[in-house]
């Protein structure tokens, strides 16, 4: 059986420690895109044994249910080491001072919007006064994303442009004519034109988005964080490898460790507060639906049926 700790063996670092001895000899392991212990060990078992290996340190699971749920964990010293994306590392920086570690790229992680044949949105210019349908509130690449790509073009959300944020039926409310364009991720081009009866062509694509990051409670100290890194990066084929071989994280196929700043993750912060949220940690989660999402998905479903 594993480990379920409710809180590290050592929760403040030595600061003038260095190597492996700047951490404590037991790590808590989280992703916050994982809930429940068992959905854990489904999804990370492999990576934790590979982590274990590697670095020579215990490894345990600490089960998460929310992003709120994993600041309270970082600023009480129950995780020390966890696995999460843009959106919830500038809610978990600015919450609890996580200490980014080592960012994992994603393949095509990038935002687009898409229109339609006959629509008459050439470019984002063309969308001022116009709707944009989006992915739910809070999700990186198709939410904060295309509001990036609209502030960026020098329209303002709610003013300029509408954002209608929907979940899954928000292919279908494109389809339906909902709105002029939708804002989602690139690799949903696909997908998308399955959907859509018409032509479906990019408007334009966004740049490569944030990448999704370990980062680690900031009791841990600059200088466990920093080994953490090194010994990422270092063992970054087997540690990838143990990842993605369930077949439960096909995201991070053909990704890579990579160097991680605090300030790579400025273009979310910014989108953010597009969005209307200055507090970062007032956005909802991805998995839960934003102002007034109930009753925009209700009436995309009444226009499909």
């Known amino acids: 059986m594993l480990a379920l700790s409710a809180c590290s063996d050592d ?16 790590l808590n392991f989280s992703d916050t895109g994982v809930e429940g212990l068992e959905t854990l060990r489904v999804e990370f078992e492999d990576f934790r044994v590979a982590l274990e290996e590697a670095i020579g340190k215990d490894i345990d699971f600490h089960p998460i249910s929310s992003r709120t749920a994993a600041a309270t964990a970082l ?5 020390d080491l966890l696995l999460t994306g843009p959106a919830e590392y500038v809610v978990l920086q600015q919450e609890a001072e996580a200490l ?8 095509d992680y990038r935002a687009a919007i898409f229109a339609t ?55 279908a409310a494109f389809a339906s004519g909902e709105g ?3 804002g989602t991720g690139y690799s949903d081009f696909e997908e998308i034109q399955e959907e859509v009866d018409e032509e479906v062509y990019i408007v334009e694509e966004g740049p490569d988005l944030p990448n999704d990051l370990f980062v680690a409670r900031a009791g841990l100290g600059q200088n466990c964080a920093d080994w953490l890194e090194e010994q990422l990066i270092e063992n970054q084929d087997v540690l990838l490898e143990a990842i993605v071989q369930t077949g439960e994280n096909d995201k991070y196929l053909n990704s890579e460790f990579v160097d991680a700043e605090d300030g790579d993750y400025d273009p979310t912060r910014r989108a953010f ?22 009753e925009a998905e209700e009436d995309a479903e009444e226009t499909e049926g």
């Open 180 to 182: 002029a364009a939708l």
């Open 273 to 294: 507060e597009a969005a209307g949220f200055e507090d970062y940690a007032e956005m909802p989660d991805e998995n839960e639906p934003a102002e007034g999402e109930d």
């Open 75 to 79: 600023e009480f010293d129950e995780i």
């Open 100 to 107: 980014p570690v080592t960012g994992i790229t994603r393949e």
């Open 117 to 171: 044949e006959g629509s008459g949105i050439d470019s984002i210019d063309d969308l001022e006064g116009e709707t944009v349908i989006t992915k739910e509130v809070g999700s990186t690449s198709g939410h904060l994303g295309p509001l990036e790509m609209l502030e960026s073009a020098g329209l303002t959300v709610g003013e300029d442009v509408e954002v209608m944020p929907l979940a899954d039926t928000r292919m």
């Open 11 to 26: 929760a403040e670092a030595d600061p003038d420690a260095t190597g492996a001895e700047a951490c404590p000899d037991t």
